[in-house]
Structures are given as structure tokens and as C-alpha cells.
């Protein structure tokens, strides 16, 4: 038995982990493995690097898995005051490349706007788990407060695609806190107004750029119009089968870029075709609808509220990156979910799910403060 092979403080852990969502996990993790292995030109330098970050990742999930939620809830407010002090360092202090200041350096480049994604709904977690619900008018106004602070800091860097996920993240909690539908019409109606002004006050030029080439990829192939229209060849060329692993001609020839991050979704269309992206695109849902199940679980309002939003925003990455690599949205730098090549999204991810896992009821003493 291998019950028996492991010590006891390694059972009782794993018995706060989530096996089924584990397994799915696992799976998606595999699947990046082989595809990066593919984008690399069959080079197991990104493979081991990637494996090192899961494995940094599996720690973390392990260790967060056996966090209570009355445990995170008392620390949400220093988390999202420590993601608040980052993004001001990294403004002062910070790390640029390629045009853009988002990292910090401790030893290794470290974003700190990646911690936003579990403080922001954190925060607001709390904050509604403290106020009746459904919430008045002046408690969404707080919140939503809450949310552009850190958001407007992250486009100063300038990062428009992760401060929009951000505050998205922070939404999906006032959203789920039950806000009225004449609240949700006016947030639609003010969306709508503001666009124009984002678009042509708000952005940067080559921001705008991006907005302009999803309309009309074939202005500029060579350009702007370059990474969109690639990405449609190598989906669209792997057909119903796929052409098999390691025989994608887009990202084996150079033509696909960004291979191993960004437009990783490409490299695994092309090779695997529409039925191995319909697999994916399944172990995902069902990953997505694991998450809102173990968050119905949840001990309490702060609970079911954080892991909500959680299950919700892997959601959002997937249709952000599935979506711009397959020309339906911008370009905006969105990795695919624990399947592109990159250490703090992959961390970050992992410490999402020990929290969702740790966030389920446990014993009557931890039952709801409703």
C-alpha cells in the first residue's frame, strides 16, 4: 500500500487535496510538457525548467490546500497591502524590458502585479463576507475602488491586458456577492460610454494598434497583423487530426511567434487538429467546473465568494488566450493556463488552486459567519 510507504504528516496533507482536481491538473500539466517540448524544437531545456516550476508549484498547492479559509480571510488585507507597496516599487525600482517596467529583482525577476491576482479577490472576499448581501450601492462603489487602485498602478507599467484580468478577478466577486440587475445594466451602460475614451485617451499607441489589427489582421502581415494571421495558419492547417507531434511546420520553420508562451494554443491546434483542441478545451471546462463545485463547498461567505472568483478568472485566461491566438480578441500577452512556458503564472496558478482546495468546509466549528 502506498499508504504505507509515506509518513503520516504526508497523508493527512494529501487528504485536504482535491484528487480529482489533482489528476486533471496533472493531466494539463503532461500535455504543456509535450507541447513545449515541441515549440522548442524537441529541446528539453524549457521542458526541465517548466518541471521545475511545477514542481515548485506542486509545493505551494500542498501548502495552501491546508490553509483554512478563516485563516486566509484574516490575511487578506496584509496581502493585498504588500501587492499595493510591489506594484509602487516596481514603479520606482522596477526591472524593464522590451519597453515595459513590470518586474522586480530578488535573485530572479519577479512580478509582482501576479500577486494582485490572488489579493484583489481576496480583498474583496472579505470585504463583502463583512457587509450584508445582497450588498448596497455603497459597498459596490468601495469595492469597485478596491479593484482600480491596483489597476490603474499596473497600467503604468504599462500593462493593459493584466490590469484588465485583474480587475475582472475583483468583479467576479461583486458579481457573485449578488448585485442587482439595474447595477449590472448601469456597469454595462458606463462600459460602453468609457470604451471610446479608453480607446483614443486611455491606451498607447501600439496598444490601439493591436485593437485595430483584430479587425483587420491583413493590413500589415509583416507587422502588426503578423503574429494574428500566423496563429490562423497553424490552427486552421492542423485540420480535423492534427499533423502529428513534433510535425507542425509553423513552429518547427520559425513562422509561429511567441511559440512556447503566448501562442503556445497554435503549436498544439497544428499538431493535434480540432479534435485534440476539443480534449483541451474539455480538460479545461472540466477543471473550470471542478473549481465552482469545490467552491460551492466552500465554510463560509468569504469562501465560496474567493473560490468563485478563482474557478471564474482561469476561466477568463483560457478565453483571453484561446481567443487572441485564434484572432477573435487583441493580442494582449496572456499566457494559456499551466500549458505556456513561464514560472510566476504557473506559481501563482498552483497557489490558486491549494487555496480553492483549502477553502472547502471542513468541520462544524468552521461552518459559515453568515
Known amino acids: 500500500m502506498i499508504s504505507e510507504l509515506l509518513p503520516p504528516y504526508v497523508i493527512k496533507a494529501l487528504e485536504k487535496v482535491d484528487l ?210 500566423q496563429s490562423k495558419i497553424a490552427i486552421g492547417s492542423g485540420g480535423t487530426y492534427g499533423k502529428g507531434w513534433l510535425e507542425g511546420d509553423q513552429s518547427r520553420l520559425d513562422f509561429l511567434p511567441e511559440r512556447h508562451t503566448d501562442f503556445i494554443f497554435a503549436v498544439f491546434g497544428e499538431e493535434f487538429g480540432f479534435l485534440g483542441n476539443l480534449f483541451l478545451l474539455g480538460l479545461y471546462m472540466f477543471i473550470i467546473w471542478r473549481g465552482l463545485w469545490l467552491a460551492t463547498k466552500g465554510a463560509d461567505t468569504f469562501a465560496r465568494l474567493l473560490g468563485g472568483s478563482l474557478s471564474l478568472t482561469f476561466f477568463l485566461y483560457l478565453v483571453v488566450n484561446t481567443g487572441m491566438v485564434s484572432g477573435v480578441l487583441p493580442v494582449v500577452g496572456v499566457p494559456l493556463p499551466l500549458v505556456s512556458y513561464g514560472g510566476t503564472s504557473i506559481l501563482t496558478l498552483m497557489t490558486a488552486f491549494g487555496m480553492l482546495m483549502g477553502l472547502k468546509k471542513r468541520k462544524r466549528i468552521y461552518q459559515a459567519e453568515d
Open 20 to 229: 480529482i482536481m489533482m489528476a486533471a491538473l496533472a493531466l494539463l500539466m503532461f500535455i504543456g510538457a509535450i507541447t513545449l517540448y515541441s515549440a522548442n524544437d524537441g529541446s528539453m531545456s524549457l521542458v526541465y525548467r517548466q518541471g521545475m516550476h511545477f514542481l515548485a508549484g506542486l509545493v505551494l498547492l500542498l501548502l495552501f490546500s491546508q490553509i483554512q479559509s478563516k485563516t486566509l480571510k484574516q490575511f487578506a488585507i496584509w496581502a493585498y497591502g504588500a501587492g499595493l507597496i510591489l506594484l509602487v516599487l516596481v514603479l520606482l525600482f522596477g526591472v524593464e524590458k522590451k519597453g515595459a517596467t513590470r518586474w522586480l529583482y530578488i535573485g530572479i525577476d519577479f512580478q509582482p502585479s501576479e500577486v494582485m491576482k490572488l489579493a484583489v479577490p481576496m480583498m474583496l472576499a472579505y470585504f463583502f463576507a463583512e457587509k450584508p448581501l445582497p450588498p448596497r450601492f455603497i459597498d459596490v462603489l468601495i469595492a469597485l475602488v478596491l479593484v482600480f487602485i491596483p489597476m490603474l498602478l499596473i497600467l503604468q507599467q504599462p500593462d493593459l491586458g493584466t490590469s484588465l484580468l485583474i480587475a475582472l478577478s475583483g468583479i467576479f466577486v461583486i458579481y457573485l456577492a449578488g448585485i442587482s440587475w439595474w447595477m449590472i445594466g448601469g456597469a454595462i451602460t458606463l462600459v460602453s460610454v468609457a470604451a471610446p475614451l479608453m480607446f483614443f485617451y486611455g491606451m498607447r499607441d501600439y496598444q490601439r494598434q493591436r485593437v485595430m489589427t483584430l479587425f483587420n489582421p491583413e493590413q500589415d502581415l509583416q507587422g502588426a497583423g503578423y503574429h494574428i494571421f
